[in-house]
């Protein structure tokens, strides 16, 4: 049963995107009072940055229970559960009346700009009485400074904000900051608003994940509309079918059709690839940036545009304050760290988890949704709806719900075993700058290589720089 309650407490939630208004709706339906803070001028502001990008799952994963029950009560129309929505699709259909329609519509406060998180009366060091105390939010308005009170806080501003460098070690590569103008870091609408920057444009995409892999599609698609555009995927390891992921194995149909689509762009040669790259330097030369790709045999590469989509990590600078505790490599709680890991796990499934495995030394602080995993790119957003849900039954103390799994993550499909084909007649793909290209058919003959692929023999028509061919310096007009 419920732990006795004398009061009703206030929880600051962090953070209106989906994890975090549906924090607040399983704090509203627990009895409590929640107070959202969201730094955008609007709800799901992280959401809006990839609005053209259509989510892996349908519509049956993406709307959390109590969000979907407080919608119900306002004479909501559930979209079909099967169709996969968009980004912008999620917020007009989902977020958006979640926020403005319901009874949560008078407890969100948009631009509010979390600036520190602490506990009254106690800095980080002080313990004794500090569990009793409540805690401290302070948030940036119009108006200026501005301070909440809580009993509980949910933090949810998830990483978008935060995406990794491009450099190999962690760390900016020398000169990348001066080169922000031609750098995008994440997955930019390249067929949308960003068209006009790529288009007949040689573009180099950094990373091996979902993200890399949606904008390689995308620039691809961009390259039929407009044939001078290059494209050349940069890619930190030596395996580039580890990013092919489990085709129809995946039981998320479209995540595994998005592997088995670039597989095949791939294996056909249309996208170039580099393997082993590990940035050192981003150089300004011209009208294009000279990319150090690694030490071996003075390897770079030449392009107009550079996409960094190598992933994500927490913005923890504002929690200083608080007695938190991550493990040293994933930096999520240690205890959720080994069943995340992706130097451990090959699967992109985790047992479902909530607030024991996420809470920190600091009693009633909570980091939930996509920043609970730190560094891991793994996150589902169902996940975090089940994170919310065990974390709000447990500030309520009721102790055997929060316990209580309910949740059945699908089946990846992308386990440790064999890699995949690459192409739709079986081919495999070699290493390096050119993959050995699928034999043509009667229905569809494959392209001649473009890019880093192309034949070196000098064109009549002065050609646009393209990527520098494995290990090669590479050619300008």
């Known amino acids: 049963m419920p732990d006795s309650i004398t009061k009703t407490k206030t929880v600051a939630i962090l953070g209106a995107g989906p994890v975090g208004l549906a924090a607040a709706a399983h704090v509203l339906e627990r009895g409590m009072e929640p107070v959202v803070l969201e730094a955008g001028p609007t709800v799901g502001h992280a959401v809006r940055q990839w609005s053209h990008v259509q989510v892996f799952s ?52 948009t631009n509010s700009m979390v600036t520190s998180v602490g506990k009254v009366g106690f800095d980080k060091v002080k313990t004794k009485g500090r569990e009793a105390a409540p ?104 395996d580039p079918s580890k990013s092919f992921g489990g085709g129809s194995a995946d039981q998320l149909a479209a995540r595994g059709a998005l592997g088995s689509a670039f597989a095949a762009l791939v294996g056909g040669g249309k996208i170039c690839s580099e393997t082993s790259v590990g940035v050192t330097r981003i150089t300004r030369d011209g009208d294009h940036l000279r990319i150090a790709a690694g030490s071996g045999c003075g390897r770079y590469v030449t392009v107009n545009e550079l996409v960094v989509a190598a992933g994500f990590r927490p913005e923890l600078d504002f929690l200083r304050e608080l007695r938190l505790s991550f493990d040293p490599a994933v930096e999520s709680t240690p205890v959720l760290a080994p069943m995340i890991d992706p130097n451990l796990h090959s699967c992109g499934t985790v047992r479902p988890h909530g607030a024991r495995e996420l809470a920190h030394p600091e009693a009633g602080f909570y980091i939930a949704g996509m920043k609970s995993y730190g560094r891991a790119p793994t996150f589902l957003m169902m996940t975090g709806y089940e994170q919310v849900r065990s974390i709000a039954a447990e500030i309520a103390g009721d102790h055997e719900a929060s316990r209580r799994v309910e949740l059945v993550l699908p089946e990846t499909g992308v386990c440790n075993g064999p890699a995949p084909s690459v192409s739709a007649d079986g081919a495999t793909t070699a290493g390096g700058c050119c993959p050995a290209p699928a034999a043509a058919t009667a229905i569809e003959p494959v392209p001649a290589a473009s890019g880093c692929c192309a034949p070196k023999a000098t064109p009549a028509v002065t050609p646009a720089p393209v990527a520098s061919g494995c290990c090669g310096p590479s050619t300008k007009a």
Do not use: C
């Open 58 to 109: 349908p519509w049956e994963y993406n709307i959390d229970k109590a969000a979907e029950r407080l919608l119900a009560e306002t004479g909501w129309n559930k979209p079909q559960p099967d169709h996969y929505p968009t980004g912008a699709e999620l917020l007009e259909q989902y977020l958006e009346p979640l926020a403005t329609r319901t009874r949560l519509k008078d407890r969100i406060r």
């Open 135 to 238: 805690f401290e939010i302070r948030y940036q308005n119009g108006k200026g400074p501005e301070r909440l009170t809580a009993d509980a806080v949910i933090d949810s501003t998830g990483t978008w904000f935060s995406p990794n460098p491009a450099g190999a070690n962690g760390l900016p590569a020398l000169g990348e900051r001066e080169v922000q103008d031609r750098i995008a870091y994440g997955m930019p609408d390249v067929l949308g608003r960003d068209r006009a920057r790529y288009a007949g444009r040689s573009v180099a995409v950094l990373g091996g994940g979902h993200s890399a892999i949606g904008t390689l599609i995308d620039l691809a698609k961009l390259k039929e509309e407009v044939p001078t555009t290059e494209i050349v995927w940069l890619l930190r390891g030596n």
